[in-house]
């Protein structure tokens, strides 16, 4: 069966400090990936989202930047964080060909900038 | 571009009560919809979809159907549950990423 496995769970760092997610799939191949955003009162914003290793598009200006590394890795890294970026970030996946079976998401990063 | 509009604010309820949360989209085509739903501390989980006009996605006692003539999708259930406490989420698949409402926080009251 198909798992998603994100980290850390839970995470403070000051501001100006790097910043590197991760996220892995099991069980299927070339998943369509996702990084999804939920900061405090507002709905999901979609950050980045890969169809491919090494393919990344991007749907927001900011100072975050996706990488895909491998077909079932997915990281969300920034170089400098800022206060506006404290937020509950998912990942998640689909199926990138085929029947198409829905999105699965991972259990969340709340990440705290201070 | 695809959009999804949830009514604004938290729905506060008593248990046994009926629930109903609006959901309307805009989208070239004819999108796949769903409802997520987002217990408190966790990620989100498929509540329900529907694929095309008139399908009716249910699971949970929940209850949705895409009505294309209205560009809706409301969620809805006979009788909640104190369980049922968490944050719903409409959402539309178009153009390989779902685009997601603002979610409503309902709360059930025993």
């Known amino acids: 069966s198909q798992t998603i496995h994100q980290w850390p769970a839970t995470l403070v760092q000051p501001v100006g400090s790097p910043l590197s997610l991760e996220c892995t799939v099991e069980?299927?191949?070339?998943?369509?990936l996702y990084w999804y955003r939920q900061a405090a009162g507002r709905g999901l914003q979609l950050l980045f989202y890969?169809?491919?290793?090494?393919?990344i598009s991007s749907e927001v200006p900011q100072n975050l930047s996706a990488s895909r590394p491998q077909d079932r890795q997915f990281i969300l890294s920034s170089k400098k964080l800022l206060l506006s970026d404290s937020g509950f970030y998912l990942c998640?996946?689909?199926?990138?060909?085929?029947?198409?079976?829905?999105?699965?998401f991972g259990s969340g990063t709340r990440l705290t900038v201070v | 571009g695809d959009s999804v509009t949830q009514m604004e604010g938290p729905v506060t309820l008593s248990e046994e009560a009926f629930l109903t949360i609006n959901c309307t989209y805009t989208?070239?085509?004819?999108?796949?919809l769903f409802w997520y739903v987002q217990y408190p501390g966790e990620g989100l989980q498929l509540l329900l979809k529907?694929?095309?006009?008139?399908d009716k996605g249910s699971n949970k006692g929940f209850e949705a159907t895409y009505r294309k003539e209205t560009t809706s999708f409301h969620l809805e259930k006979g009788s909640v549950q104190v369980s049922d406490s968490a944050v719903y989420f409409c959402?539309?698949?178009?153009?390989?990423?779902?685009?997601f409402g603002k979610g409503n926080q309902v709360v059930v009251i025993p």
């Open positions: 998640a996946w689909t199926n990138g060909q085929g029947v198409f079976y829905g999105y699965t």
């Open positions: 069980g299927t191949s070339n998943p369509n």
């Open positions: 890969s169809v491919g290793i090494g393919q």
């Open positions: 989208a070239t085509g004819y999108p796949s």
């Open positions: 529907a694929t095309k006009a008139d």
């Open positions: 959402a539309l698949r178009g153009n390989n990423r779902l685009a």
